[in-house]
C-alpha cells in the first residue's frame, strides 16, 4: 500500500501566518506558484495562501459583499486606484487573507487519501505530523505523475544526493 510519505515532496519554504502579504507576493512572484502552504510560528500548518484570495482581496470592498459580483458591469478603476488598494494590502497579515480550509493527510495515510481530495477541488495536499501539527510536506498531481512515470521519488532523490528544489 502506497502512503503519502512515499509520494510528498518536503516542504521548506513556507510564509508565516503573521508575516506582511508583501512577503507573500515577493515569495508567489519570485517561484511563480499560485498556491502556497502557510504555517505558524510553531512550523504547524494553518491554511493556503492563493492567487484567488489575493484577487479577492484586491477587489472594492462593495464587490465582494453579497452578491457583488453579480453587479460589477458599472465600474471603472485606474490603475492608480488599484494600486492603492496592493499598498494596504500589502501590510496586512497573510492570516487575514489567506483560506485557513484545507484537507490534509498524515505521512502514513493511505496515498488513495490524497488522490481522493485532489480529484476534488483541492490542488495540493499538505502532509502534517499527527501529533504536531507541523507541516512536512505536499502532495499534487505533479508528485503522482512522477510516481507513475517511473521518476524517483523526492526521498529516493534526497539518499542518492539528487534532490532539489522543495515545492510540491
Known sequence: MLTCREVMRPTTTPLYVDDPVAKAIDFVLTRHMGLVPVVDRQERFVGFLSGERLMRALLPKHLTMVRGLDRMGYLRESQEELRE?????????????????????????????????LAGTQFVVPVVDPDSGR????????????????????SERLENGQAEGTGA
Open 85 to 117: 488598494r496592493l499598498d494596504g494590502l500589502e501590510q496586512r497579515p497573510i492570516g487575514e487573507v489567506m483560506d485557513p480550509r484545507a484537507e490534509v493527510v498524515h505521512p502514513d495515510t493511505p496515498l488513495i487519501e490524497a488522490q481522493t481530495i
Open 135 to 154: 507541516l512536512l510536506g505536499a502532495i499534487s498531481f505533479f508528485t503522482i505523475l512522477a510516481l507513475l512515470r517511473g521518476e524517483p521519488s523526492w
